[in-house]
């Protein structure tokens, strides 16, 4: 219940942070631009993607269609495919602070004897793909299992003891290779220490809290909102074809945990918001999250605990990617300017390249907002006089600071009153600055606020119109 409680609060905290001011019109407009080109290069049917950018807000955008009648539009679900595993993993490191499980037990814990599955395999090796265990999606038989009969409801136990998972890659970690039974089996645990569904431990525990109200579980979840259509070459001619008739029960319930969540962009950001910033985890289970091993999968370079690692401009970016069956996804965090983007669309594809694409332009053409000017540790925490000063229309306002930690950098009028946020969120250590645009604000004197873990420092600009 505590727990539950500040992610309330923190719902309430992203949402202001998220309007402090409205978003560019001119950088609206390019990344709308942006995402047509995407569509267009990667020839996508469809695409819906969302932007958060400090000092900016929220951005919104889609382009295409979802039918031959219908297009495209921000409210349509989509599946995130593996970007289930992100929630999954939180989900199990979460029941590590709570003492339910620690991240080194074997999996013999709660598994029974399947073959070519070895107990001695850690909840850790699972969660970072280094258990070795053979991937069942990898085997084509698994396709002719599930095509037998789509609106089969499989079970865990059905999946893990039919036969399809195969002799193992190498020995528990000795290397590294992606298996979605990994988290098949992720799911198992899940189920045999909560007793009860995974759909009901992601609404109690992220969904409600974080206001994520477009967000569902497939088959554990009845779902009514407007869910953009999938395309499929369906006949081999190579061709998309509109496979949204086509049932999915079978794929979502033979593969629970390795897939799953349904959502919207808007959702996913909001979602590594609060995780990658440390408000889902505890300091420990976020670094444990983050410590990655190399691993060259859909534009990464990297994987922690259901986690992928970006570089994009230099600066190593979190999130993950996912498919299933005609839809892709992919969402990125940028640590150091706290820019949170997420892309969806309705066609299978490498989706890593385009997310990255569209995060490099959403960083390089930010107009105003929090800028990283240097990655070296400073020797104090500071915050300097703006420049110019005084200045029409705009200034620039640049600060230091020793450590990771949470900033919060706004404006006051001569009243006392804050008319501004321009920042609020966890920023690393080194120098920052933030062009303040005041074309709004009349004439006067202001004060700019930097507040901080370290303490808070306030100056004096004057704006001349």
């Not at 220490?193 to 477009?214: G, K, V, W, Y």
Request: charged share 15%.
């Amino acid at each position: 219940m505590k727990k539950l409680s500040l992610f309330l609060f923190l719902s309430v905290i992203l949402s202001i942070a998220g309007t402090a001011r409205s978003f560019d019109s001119t950088y609206s407009a390019m990344l709308q631009s942006k995402i047509e080109a995407l569509k267009v290069s990667y020839g996508l049917k469809g695409i819906s993607a969302a932007a958060y950018v400090p000092g900016q807000g929220l951005w919104l955008g889609a382009s295409g269609i979802s039918s031959e009648t219908e297009n495209v539009n921000t409210d349509m679900l989509f599946s995130s495919g593996s970007i289930t595993k992100n929630f999954m993993s939180a989900l199990i490191l979460q029941l590590a602070e709570a003492d339910s499980l620690n991240l080194d037990d074997p999996i013999g814990n709660w598994l029974p004897v399947f073959v070519n599955i070895n107990n001695a395999v850690t909840i850790r090796q699972l969660l970072d793909h280094s258990s070795g265990i053979y991937s069942v999606t990898d085997n084509p038989a698994f396709s002719a299992a599930i095509n037998s009969n789509l609106n089969r409801i499989w079970t865990a136990e059905e999946i893990l003891n039919s036969g399809l998972v195969l002799t193992p890659y190498f020995a528990p970690g000795t290397s590294w290779h992606y298996s979605n039974t990994n988290y098949i089996i992720i799911a198992y645990i899940i189920n045999k220490i909560m007793h009860t569904d995974i759909s009901e431990q992601l609404h109690a525990r992220f969904f409600t809290p974080l206001n994520m109200n477009e967000s569902f579980f497939e088959v554990q979840d009845t779902i009514t909102l407007p869910y953009a259509h999938n395309w499929v070459d369906l006949n081999g001619d190579g061709i998309l074809d509109d496979a949204s008739f086509v049932p999915t029960t079978a794929i979502y319930s033979a593969t629970v945990g390795a897939g799953g969540v349904t959502s919207r962009p808007e959702n996913l950001v909001k979602w590594q918001r609060a995780l990658y910033s440390g408000n889902i985890l505890n300091q420990t289970s976020l670094n444990q999250m983050l410590t990655f091993r190399n691993a060259v999968i859909s534009g990464a370079n990297g994987y922690g605990l259901g986690t992928m690692r970006y570089s994009i401009n230099g600066v190593n970016c979190f999130g993950h990617g996912g498919n299933l069956f005609g839809y892709t996804a992919v969402m990125i965090y940028n640590p150091q300017d706290s820019i949170s983007i997420a892309i969806m669309m309705n066609k299978d594809l490498d989706g890593g390249p385009v997310g990255k694409s569209f995060m490099i332009t959403v960083i390089t053409n930010n107009p105003v907002g929090i800028r990283t000017v240097s990655t070296v540790v400073p020797d104090k925490f500071s915050l300097y006089q703006n420049y110019p000063n005084p200045f029409n229309p705009e200034t620039i306002i640049k600060f230091e600071l020793t450590s990771k930690q949470h900033a919060k950098l706004s404006v006051t009028n001569i009243l006392g009153e804050e008319i501004s946020i321009l920042y609020n969120g966890n920023l690393q250590a080194g120098e920052y600055s933030y062009k303040w645009d005041a074309i709004n604000y009349p004439g006067g004197i202001y004060f700019y606020k930097l507040q901080t873990d370290e303490g808070f420092v306030v100056k004096k600009m004057l704006l001349l119109k």
